[in-house]
Every structure is written in C-alpha cells, then in structure tokens.
C-alpha cells in the first residue's frame, strides 16, 4: 500500500467514533471573504479500508462557521451553492497543545458508510484561541476553507475536524451536520 493510501486510510474510521469537542467560541471568528478564498479541490472519497481505521478523541476544535454563518449542534448547514461553500475554525492538537499536523475537514455520510476528506491549511491567526486555552502556540490554528461540494450526493454529512500525531489519527466533533441538496 503506497504511503498515500496509508495516509488516506488512516485518517477515517470515523465511522466509529464521534467526539466532542468545545462549543463555539464566544468570540466570533474572524471575517471570511469568500469571494476572496480560492477554491481548491473537491473532497476525496475515502475507500472501504481507509474507512476501516480507527480515529482516537481529540477535544480541542471548533467548526463555527458556514458561508459566514455560525453553525450549531441543532440545526444542519443548508448551503445556498455547493461549488464553493466556505467553512471557518480552528483545529488544535489536545495533547501537545501545539499547531497540528495534516488536519482535515472530513464528511461522514448520515445513514450509510460513505466518507470523503479536505485538506486543510491553517493560515487563520486566532489570538482568542490562544488566550482562552493559555497556549500562545495556538495563535495560528485557524482556518478558513472554500470547499467544492459538488461531489457528494443528496443527504446530509457529519463534519469532523482530524488530524495526526505520530501516526495517529484524531477526530474532533463538534456536531455539526452539512446538508447537501434537498
């Protein structure tokens, strides 16, 4: 199996696991142009045994917004159009408290076993990130994602936020759904 399969394989048996994470902050995430946000890659659908591997809890996230929009753990994410729906947060590693390695927004089918996965750049500075936590190294664990969904079919999607410490793969969840069509 080629590093990238592993790779893609282990970032989600989030079919078995749903986490929680820390509710949205009380201070609104910084603006997102979206008009300004380059619209990058479709997700990827992960295979049968990328799905097959196990994710491990990790607390420390926060999906806060759609399309500007905050979101919450009552209500899906309607998007007006699919071919570039921006997503907004943050994403830390909850046990070394340190900016994380090869996070991803990732899409878990409600109701059947599909997953799909979005790299993700943190390029977003969060000062009150780093201030409500006591970590200065989380300044910089923001984000900002213009994301084709375009891809998956009529339903709606789990969204967890994961990432990777020493081969290991983490999923954040703070219940949030996307819904796609209907």
């Known amino acids: 199996?080629?590093?990238?399969?592993?790779?893609?394989?282990a970032s989600v048996a989030v079919l078995l696991l749903l986490a929680g994470c820390k509710e949205p902050n009380q201070t609104p995430a910084p603006a997102v142009d979206a008009a300004a946000a380059t619209l990058r890659d479709a997700p990827v659908e992960l295979d049968a045994q990328?799905?097959?591997?196990?994710?491990?809890p990790d607390a420390l996230c926060n999906l806060e917004r759609g399309d500007g929009k905050l979101l919450d753990s009552s209500t899906p994410f309607?998007?007006?159009?699919?071919?570039?729906?921006?997503?907004?947060?943050?994403?830390?590693d909850g046990v070394t408290r340190t900016v994380p390695a090869s996070p991803l927004l990732v899409f878990k089918q409600t109701g059947g076993e599909r997953v799909w996965q979005y790299p993700l750049t943190l390029d977003v500075k969060r000062d009150d990130v780093a201030h409500d936590t006591g970590a200065q190294s989380l300044a910089n664990v923001g984000f900002s994602a213009n994301v084709n969904l375009t891809v998956l079919p009529p339903g709606t999607y789990r969204v967890l936020l994961v990432h990777e410490r020493e081969g290991v793969r983490y999923a954040c969840d703070n219940g949030r759904n996307v819904l796609v069509g209907g």
């Open 1 to 9: 199996m080629s590093k990238h399969a592993i790779h893609r394989a």
């Open 50 to 56: 990328a799905r097959s591997v196990g994710l491990k």
């Open 78 to 92: 309607k998007p007006a159009v699919l071919n570039g729906v921006v997503f907004a947060g943050w994403i830390a």
